[in-house]
């Protein structure tokens, strides 16, 4: 990632519309900011939550709420809880999120 040309700002979450994203099962709810080619989100999972897709998009992600799972498509699965992170790179490893009681993240990608 480079970041380069963002002035210092501030963003109150609160204030940024909610967008709803259907999963396979639940809801995904977004609230997206975009500073140059950067995306930061603050995303939402309902409890029972699966992903419609695998996303081969590379993200660093962090785990404020609630507990995570996410599914590499070779089979292994690594769970996510308040305070744990993970990254990886556009296009190295696809990967889908499941989440039993929900899940707040934020997500810069």
């Known amino acids: ?9 501030v963003t109150d979450w ?3 519309p909610q967008t709803e994203h259907a999963g396979e099962t639940g809801t995904a709810y977004w609230r997206t900011c975009h500073f140059g080619p950067i995306r930061v989100r603050m995303v939402e999972y309902t409890a029972n939550y ?6 081969a998009k590379g993200h660093v992600l ?3 709420e609630g507990e995570l799972q996410t599914e590499l498509q070779d089979g292994r699965v690594y769970t996510l809880r308040p ?9 190295e490893e696809p990967h889908r999120s499941k989440t039993v009681i929900g899940a707040k993240l934020f997500i810069v990608d």
């Open 1 to 9: 990632m480079n970041i380069h040309d963002i002035p210092f700002g």
């Open 14 to 16: 609160s204030t940024i």
């Open 50 to 55: 699966l992903a419609d897709h695998w996303c």
């Open 62 to 64: 962090l785990c404020i």
């Open 83 to 91: 305070g744990m992170s993970y990254q990886v790179s556009d296009y």
